[in-house]
């Protein structure tokens, strides 16, 4: 079966008669441009689904793309880049609850959370200028705007670990047995299990 979308694009107004309805234009057509893989002005099945999950996507024009509209999102005060105070309110927050493994944000000061931040926005600033651009935050889209497969794989993590008597980081048949309570939850809702 041949699937084809057409698209219809709203476009708001501010009530100051600000440009917000024109941003966000351009904003869904490059997305739907960065989708449209083949160019033929329409989204097949595949390139529709990369149009609804784009974190999940392989395609460079759609990582690109949510580069673009992070700088868009985190711009404060809109010169098109992201200053280091616009990196630590918005992206550092999402970077630090991602990564973990890398820095325990727990046991730490807020001098040496700064310190990290620093630290990490000068690695992603290779020309050092004191600012992000789209294609600086590549390195870090995938923290950003997580993949469906991270949240499917955190849901199994955290469901083992309620579940599991041992704690050795696998679960035998009888643990599921009696921990079905646990395990259907993440998938059904309202006690149908």
């Not at 200053?83 to 970077?95: A, M, T």
């Not at 926005?121 to 290779?126: A, G, I, P, T, V």
């Not at 199994?156 to 599991?164: D, L, R």
């Amino acid at each position: 079966h041949n699937f084809e979308l057409n698209v219809v694009i709203f476009v708001f107004h501010s009530s100051d008669g600000g440009s917000f309805g024109y941003h966000m234009r351009v904003l869904e057509e490059e997305h739907f441009n960065a989708s449209d893989t083949d160019g033929d002005g329409r989204l097949n099945l595949p390139e529709f689904h990369d149009f609804l999950h784009p974190a999940d996507s392989n395609n460079p024009k759609l990582q690109q793309w949510l580069c673009r509209e992070e700088v868009w999102e985190r711009d404060t005060d809109r010169d098109g880049k992201v200053s280091y105070i616009e990196f630590l309110n918005g992206l550092f927050l999402s970077i630090r609850s991602y990564d973990e493994e890398g820095y325990s944000y727990l046991h730490h000061s807020d001098d040496s959370k700064n310190a990290y931040a620093k630290l990490v926005f000068s690695q992603l600033d290779k020309d050092s200028d004191g600012y992000l651009s789209a294609i600086e935050l590549l390195p870090i889209i995938g923290k950003v705007h997580p993949s469906w497969q991270y949240y499917a794989r955190k849901q199994a993590e955290y469901s083992i670990s309620q579940a599991q008597a041992s704690k050795y980081g696998r679960l035998n048949l009888n643990e599921m047995i009696e921990n079905a309570d646990i395990l259907y939850a993440a998938i059904f809702h309202d006690g149908f299990y």
